[in-house]
Structures are given as structure tokens and as C-alpha cells.
């Protein structure tokens, strides 16, 4: 039986995860509806999730460096 590997380590954090989701999309032209958004195509859905993999990288990086 499959598990599901997409828990939230922090469940707190979904209403800043969703928003900055939201942020990402407007930034790369993306339209996001509330609620499902299946008509998204996959290079879409792509490059809002690559643009907030990169930003988060960054975040951390930038984190790192201030210490």
C-alpha cells in the first residue's frame, strides 16, 4: 500500500505555504483560482512550484549567511 510523502512537517505553516503559492504564480504570469485548479497545465504548475523551490533555497541560503 502506498503512503502519502507530502505530510507537512510544520501543518502550521500551510495558510504562509498557500499564500506564497499564490505570490509565486502572479509573479510568473500564472492565473491560480481558489480551490482546484486542474485545468493548470503541467509547464505552468512547474514553474510556479520550480520558482518557490528556488526562493526557498535562497531564504535559506541568505539564513545561513546572516549567522
Request: glycine share 8%; proline share 1%.
Amino acid at each position: 500500500m502506498a503512503t502519502n510523502s507530502n505530510k507537512k512537517l510544520v501543518p502550521e505553516a500551510m495558510d504562509a505555504l498557500d499564500k506564497f503559492k499564490y505570490e509565486v504564480a502572479s509573479e510568473v504570469g500564472v492565473t491560480l483560482k481558489d480551490g482546484y485548479n486542474g485545468n493548470l497545465s503541467s509547464r505552468d504548475a512547474g514553474r510556479i512550484g520550480g520558482n518557490m523551490v528556488k526562493k526557498l533555497i535562497q531564504q535559506a541560503e541568505n539564513n545561513m549567511a546572516n549567522k
